[in-house]
């Protein structure tokens, strides 16, 4: 265990985590909603801290990170926990995991994975992962700081829910992040997340008027958040808050964890993209068969394919090393 930041001192031994916006108050021995900050004699602790449930290479695409060193590979880290309560969990094995029921995780000091990093091959840098990064945000920042020392991209795939302060100082040492933006409705999150829209939508604000990479996920379930006029109002505010070169990753929902719905139709994934690029530059489709061009990156400019990916091949194509078109000079939005 590890010492968690952000916290207070309560009456009668009581804490406050400030980490997140669920803002738990945690009694002697008691655990907070994320099940893995723990208040053992008046301390917070991080239970997680050097528990790894998973640390593997693999193809940035993955994450998903579309415009986020392209054609590279990423050394993916997790843990277990999360701080959100969705019924549609598509990784429900880790993020419902507490110190009791996590067998497979193994001890990965910070510079045990620093080390696995740099020795992975064609690798841009560590994602933070599978789980909610942010609930394991001390392990999380302490490798960051180290990877960022040696030359290489930290990236966060993440709820995005986490209050201003701890999202700043992590901002100093992030390079990218995917945020699931898991619908543009209050009602939708506080029934089917146990959170809430606004620190969402106030996190996606911060990282993006700090030039960090973002992009952001939406996964489309039947019925609950697949309306056409919530789509769009969501569409309209990525586009005038974050930018229109903020990459969006239009993903079709499988049954899972206490969801019983049958899958997106792929027609109505292709008519949001449709919808989405009225207003965006890079809208791409996640968790389909091969779709006429729906995982390639097009010139803004002049419409012509500039990467083109094939599953997980990516051939970075018809950009110049400045980052330009080859065809029309645009300055495509990559890092
Ligand atoms: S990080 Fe966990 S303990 Fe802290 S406020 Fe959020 S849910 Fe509660």
Known sequence: ????????????????????????????????????????????????????????????????????????????????????????????????????SVISASNASVNDVVDRVINSPNSCGISYTFNEPFVWYEYMIDIAVKVKEEGYANAIVSNGYINPKPLEKLLDVIDGFNIDLKSFTDDFYKKYTGASLEPVKKTLKTIAKRNIHLEIANLVIPGLNDDTKTFGDMITWISDELGKDTPLHINRYYPSYKMSIEPTPLETIVELRETALEKLNFVYCGNVPPLNGCSDTTCPGCSETVIKRTGYKTLVDNINKNGHCVHCDYKIAIC
């Not at 997680?48 to 590979?73: D, I, S």
């Open 1 to 100: 265990m590890h010492e968690a930041q952000f916290y207070i001192s309560l009456e009668e031994n009581k804490l406050q985590c400030q980490l997140c916006p669920h803002v738990c108050i945690i009694g002697e021995n008691r655990r907070g909603k994320c099940n893995v900050r723990i208040n053992k004699s008046g301390k917070l602790y991080s239970e997680n801290y050097g528990k790894a449930t998973g640390m593997h290479c693999e193809p940035v695409e993955k994450k998903p990170l579309y415009n986020f060193y392209p054609g590279r590979k990423i050394f993916s880290l997790g843990s277990y926990g999360c701080n959100l309560d969705c019924s549609f969990c598509q990784n429900y094995h880790l993020s419902k995991a507490s110190y009791y």
